[in-house]
């Protein structure tokens, strides 16, 4: 099939040529004549598909008619991150080059003012994160009850960051006659009962993502102890020849660890995250693009609007959380049948995170040694902790810095000054294997007090949404703004804050509670 078939106008066609696609990709193949008659149309699709332009270019065409009042937008893209949301503002750009159509981008870290005289002067196309929608909205600076193409973008990644109750507010506000496309690059069954709320007769076209990895990536998984990983890490960028790396962390902490500890060791890296000043974060893809920095460490939210796809290496840092999202994270490499390579690095209690994506793939991934540094997957829940210890001499040891990840119990935790490089200590981020494990010994047996952290140690919103999947249904938007919410969501936080739930201390009674038989 080729272009000229699905109905588009010759401005948007002459985009699509100057853009230099010949063929369309097999979800624009089947989604655009659909939009283009007005149908809603649920997509199951995730990036790099080419579901992007499989939306804009028939938007485009359906707004060329009419115009837009001021602060009135006439169709609305509701995207999860900033990166997502500029992403989709280029395609317009690019497709829309030949019309006229006016857009604004409703994102966090920007000021507000700019996007205001935005919104005054009229807008065709609004493309906004949740948050800073709702932020505009409560202002009274926007009306959407002119929207008459609404878009759902990545709504399983919507439904992991916590945005659903604002999409579902944003949703009320809209007209009931609208057009409405979602997309998805998974369909649990809490996203196919939104679509089902928010479609009407919906065309469900589907693609099957990339789960088959391309042939020519080669892939790796090394088990080491979790408090090797770094070592293991720049052993292996020392041994490959790497042009340009992603480095996944499934956290942001993680991300700022790892990317002050590659730098320390002189290697010529940037982070990129959701809670970093939106200049910054621009800069740093703009430099990372551009092959001014070779390694990027960034979290999965904040990489998945990258439209960077043409890498050498792809490292795992940590196994992640949600298997389809290794073949997200690994598929941007290798693509149009150049050679790539992905390595994971696995801690010894990931090993039911790699055999879900093991489970997925339908293959298992070729273990490989990092010299001395390689261990094995426990066999039992424990066998993580227990794991980290093995190897070179007093490796694990608290004492070399690197004991992070899971506090000891508290009885036999050393005094010792963690060094430079190691995390702070941490009970509760603990990746969440899937299913979920029982919670650390030392942190349900601390009365509830206790097991209270101070805020800045608590886990952030990203963390919570990316690592902790029973946290899904948070509230919480893409620049760290939170609240808004009512008292009973704010109750629920202050419970969920108090920590996990106390388990008495049994027989188990700590000395320091015992008091000196009488007559003593
Ligand atoms: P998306 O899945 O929308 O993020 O698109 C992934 C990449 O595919 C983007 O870099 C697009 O520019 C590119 N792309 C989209 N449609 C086509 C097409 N029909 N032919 C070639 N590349 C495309």
Not at 148 to 175: H, N, Q, S
């Amino acid at each position: 099939m080729t272009f000229d078939e699905l109905g588009l106008s010759p401005a948007v066609l002459q985009a699509v040529t100057d853009a230099g696609y010949t063929t369309p990709t097999p979800i624009q193949e089947q989604a655009i004549p659909y939009v283009m008659m007005g149908r809603d149309v649920l997509g199951c699709a995730q990036t790099g598909t080419g579901k992007t332009a499989g939306f804009t270019l028939p938007m485009i065409d359906i707004l060329s008619a009419g115009r837009a009042k001021a602060r009135m937008p006439r169709s609305l893209i509701l995207e999860p991150t900033r990166e997502l949301a500029a992403q989709v503002g280029e395609n317009f750009e690019i497709y829309g080059k030949h019309t006229k159509l006016s857009k604004a981008l409703l994102i966090g870290g920007v000021s507000f003012g700019d996007q205001e005289k935005k919104l005054d002067r009229g807008v065709d196309v609004l493309i906004a994160t949740p948050g800073r929608l709702l932020d505009h909205i409560e202002r009274g600076k926007i009306l959407l009850s002119d929207v008459k193409v609404l878009v759902i973008d990545e709504a399983d990644r919507m439904l992991d960051m916590g945005f659903i109750p604002d999409i579902e507010r944003i949703v009320g506000m809209l007209p009931k006659l609208r057009q409405t496309l979602f997309f998805s690059a998974t369909m649990p069954p809490e996203i196919r009962k939104l679509a089902d709320k928010f479609l009407m007769n919906p065309k469900e076209v589907s693609v099957s993502p990339p789960a088959t990895v391309a042939t020519t990536v080669r892939q790796g998984l090394a088990i080491v102890p979790a408090a090797d990983k770094r070592e293991a890490l720049r052993r292996l960028i020392a041994r490959e020849d790497v042009q340009s790396a992603i480095i996944f962390c499934n956290r942001k902490r993680d991300v700022d660890v790892l990317f002050k500890s590659l730098k320390s060791h002189g290697l010529d890296v940037g982070a990129l995250h959701g809670d970093m000043v939106q200049s910054v974060r621009t800069e740093t893809l703009e430099r990372f693009k551009n092959g001014e920095i070779r390694l990027l460490v960034a979290s999965d939210v904040a990489a998945r609007g990258l439209d960077v796809d043409d890498l050498s290496h792809v490292f795992n840092f940590d196994v992640p959380t949600h298997p389809e999202d290794y073949v997200h994270r690994i598929g941007r490499t290798g693509r149009a049948g150049k050679s790539g390579a992905a390595f994971t690095l696995a801690a010894p209690d990931e090993g039911r995170l790699v055999a879900a994506i093991e489970q997925l793939s339908g293959k298992t991934i070729e273990r490989i040694a990092v010299d001395d540094l390689t261990g094995d997957f426990s066999s039992d829940e424990d066998g993580g902790r227990r794991g980290r210890g093995r190897g070179r001499g007093g490796r694990g040891s608290p004492a070399r810095g690197e004991g992070r990840g899971k506090r000891r119990p508290r009885e036999t935790a050393p005094k010792a000054k963690p060094a430079v490089e190691a995390a702070p200590p941490v009970a509760v981020e603990a990746v969440a294997p899937v299913p979920q494990p029982p919670r650390e010994d030392n942190v349900v047996q601390m009365p509830r007090e206790r097991a209270h952290k101070p805020r800045e140690e608590r886990p952030q919103p990203e963390q919570r949404a990316e690592t902790r999947p029973e946290h899904r249904g948070e509230h919480r938007h893409d620049d760290g703004h939170r609240g808004r919410g009512d008292d009973r969501r704010r109750d629920r936080n202050r419970e969920r804050d108090l920590g996990p739930p106390v388990v008495g201390m049994g027989d188990h009674m700590p000395a320091f509670l015992m008091r000196p038989a009488r007559g003593r």
